[in-house]
């Protein structure tokens, strides 16, 4: 087995110097550490380690965020480690356990073309909560927006075979956001992966983390948010044009033609939007282009006529004036909305 460990750190203390110890007692003899601009008082760890012939420390003048030191690392590695099976990413903190590392590495040999995501429990009761609540959030929005099944997205521990390097070194992000974006090529890309337990470990409340639970939250779910904005600008778009349809023809059509015709109008040139925005920035699918516009239109009169058929039924039934019925079809849809971006994920846009 040849594995390279890349460990980016900023700021180190002595824990640094453990996980290498462990690493090394366990055989890994090329490691690769990333000192992300720490000051001159953490220092001493990197000065140490640099003595270790197993090590390789990597600078950067300043901080440039965890995504960027692990790019490092891999455009390193593609261009000087031409031989090896694959890397694995180890945090610096001393929270991934060196029999997980190595378990995770052979794992990756034998499954040899699927990326290795070493995952914890969040179930137990001294898992922080906000790394609790985070990871659960985060893991229910790429199950249902993404389709990606990965209990623990948070893991900073994972194996990756060497073909894989090239392109996760061209993933976009440099702070923490990056790791998520990796996650995401999984999908762009169709690359497999297996999970792997592993020992949860968090110290002094994970104290140690450089995450900004603000600040690096946004920007990660600024990610994940791209998959649901064109569905959400096309209800709007369809909501407005419903409005301004409904409101000039209000008097002139009889209720049931008024819905219909507002209902029309408001899908055609939301659904033209939408259409186009979802297939070359969300789903970035590389499917039939008319087979994909043909599916999507089978579904979009299928959503088309349940919209129409609940506004219609529930303000005649409730007697609903112009607000109300506006209302009303805001509230449908975005249940609709919900339903019909699943169908897109697994069959209009379909890979």
Not at 166 to 195: A, C, W
Not at 255 to 274: G, H, P, Q, Y
């Amino acid at each position: 087995m040849k594995v390279s460990v890349i460990i980016p750190s900023l700021n180190p203390d002595n824990k640094l110097i453990q996980v290498v110890d462990a690493l090394v007692a366990k055989g890994f003899d090329d490691i690769i550490l990333v000192n992300d601009g720490s000051d001159k008082a953490h220092m001493q760890p990197f000065l140490q380690l640099k003595e270790y012939r197993q090590c390789t420390v990597l600078t950067h003048e300043v901080n440039r965020g965890k995504g960027r030191g692990l790019k490092t690392a891999f455009d390193y590695c593609i261009a000087n480690r031409p031989d090896i099976d694959g890397v694995v990413t180890v945090d610096g903190d001393n929270q991934h356990q060196a029999e997980d590392i190595l378990n995770c590495c052979n794992k990756m040999i034998e499954y040899k073309d699927k990326v290795i995501l070493g995952v914890r429990d969040f179930s137990g009761d001294d898992v922080p909560p906000k790394s609790k609540f985070g990871n659960n959030m985060t893991s229910f929005v790429f199950k249902f927006v993404c389709g990606l099944n990965i209990s623990d997205t948070q893991t900073g521990l994972r194996a990756i075979p060497l073909k894989f390097l090239p392109l996760f070194s061209k993933v976009k992000g440099e702070r923490f956001e990056y790791e998520t974006n990796m996650l995401l090529e999984f999908k762009n890309s169709n690359i497999d992966f297996v999970q792997v337990p592993i020992e949860t470990v968090y110290i002094e409340e994970n104290a140690s983390t450089h995450f900004n639970p603000i600040k690096d939250s946004l920007k990660i779910y600024g990610v994940i948010f791209k998959y649901i904005f064109s569905s959400l600008a096309s209800s709007v778009i369809d909501l407005a044009i419903f409005s301004v349809v409904s409101v000039l023809v209000y008097n002139k059509l009889e209720d049931s033609l008024r819905i219909l015709l507002a209902t029309v109008i408001a899908r055609v040139v939301s659904s033209l939007f939408n259409f186009l925005f979802n297939r070359k920035a969300v789903f970035k699918a590389n499917n039939n282009f008319g087979k994909a516009m043909v599916r999507y239109y089978i579904l979009c009169v299928c959503q088309l006529m349940v919209s129409y058929g609940l506004v219609y039924v529930i303000t005649s039934l409730l007697g609903l004036g112009q607000v109300m019925t506006v209302v009303t079809k805001g509230i449908i849809d975005t249940i609709l909305f919900m339903i019909s971006f699943y169908i897109q994920r697994i069959w209009v846009f379909r890979k």
